[in-house]
């Protein structure tokens, strides 16, 4: 039986704060395309079911195994998506399991290190103007952006030109059409590498995807235009088009594999036929917990002056509670052994500071 802690929801207009219900049914959309959680209501309402409204997988904790969905809610997401016109919505809901391997750990391991080789080899390639777009994709927090980041920063992409441009530069979140044409023109020139982090609000915006399809285009001559009056351009005194030769790295935390819909899908074969695509492969709960092991084993944690002993006990902790933490990945890592530090290694203080900052619901003494 699997138990949800509502950290804030709201049913029936009604106010959810840190409370825990029988959980019924995880995350899903309703036709009008609300996140909710179905529980049992008997403590709310006295009925046998209760829908509570949250905005995200922040908003709530599941304890224990999560039951079986008799109806998919991919059906439901992609009703709501037609309805809404999100692109982004026919995702299919994170609740639903990720199908895992036969593999053993080792192989597991092999695979992810592997592909975590090939993008290093291939952001080099970008740097050196070989490999003109390439997308890549994982959960977050696993290292994507670091490792690419570290590649460009070697010697060379860290000089600058005589107008003081970088070779590289490295935009993150949202990003309206005309500020991604705007970065586009920085780094048009040849040898310039653009990496777009964690910006997927450019699958909404058709003109956005129309942009990167020029400039990810295979063709002889990559022009890029921007057909309509702008006093933003003219401002800065770019031009209504020009000639792309840089490169374009997109990263992204969107499990491609589980995308549906036929627009998301065809936007995505476009933008796929034009360039080079990785999946990272880290993407469930045992991927990660292998990637973050390999890490910790390999020095992740070196520059905190902490003692063996407390680095184990970290990982101990980490381990014991990792279908609990907010999020799951190598920033959760980070942030405990920042509350260790703080705390001079005192386990029992540090143990309390991490559950209630980075779980958000009562500690469990047993």
Known sequence: MATVTILKGKS????????????????????????????DGTKLYGRPKAQIVVKSEKDFTVTGEMPVIKKSPVARRVAAAKKTNNILAVIEDSSIPDVETNETD????????????????????????????????????????????????????????????TRYEIVSGAMRPIAMYMKMYEHADANHVLVFDDCDSVFTEEESLNLLKAALDTSEKRKIYWSSESSALRKEEIPNDFEFKGSIIFIS?????????DRMRGHLAALMSRAHF???????????MLRIRDLVSKGMLDKYTLSKKCKKEIMEFLEKNAK???????RTVIKLADIAKTCKENRAEWEEIAHISLMGNAMNYE
């Open 12 to 39: 029936r207009g009604k106010t959810i704060r840190n409370q825990t219900f029988t959980l019924l049914q995880g995350l899903h959309v309703t036709a009008s395309g609300k996140n909710v959680i179905t529980v």
């Open 106 to 165: 080792k192989e597991v391991l092999t695979r992810i290190n592997r592909r975590f080789e090939i993008l290093g080899k291939l952001t080099l390639g970008a740097r050196h103007g070989d490999i003109l777009a390439m997308f890549v994709t994982g959960a977050p927090g696993v290292g994507k952006t670091y490792n690419v980041e570290q590649s460009l920063a070697e010697t060379g992409m860290i000089d600058k030109f005589e107008n003081s441009k």
């Open 253 to 261: 935390n969107i499990n491609f594999r589980k995308v549906r819909g």
């Open 278 to 288: 990785l999946d990272l492969t880290v993407h469930t709960f045992r991927e990660k």
């Open 324 to 330: 609990a933490f907010n999020s799951l990945d190598l």
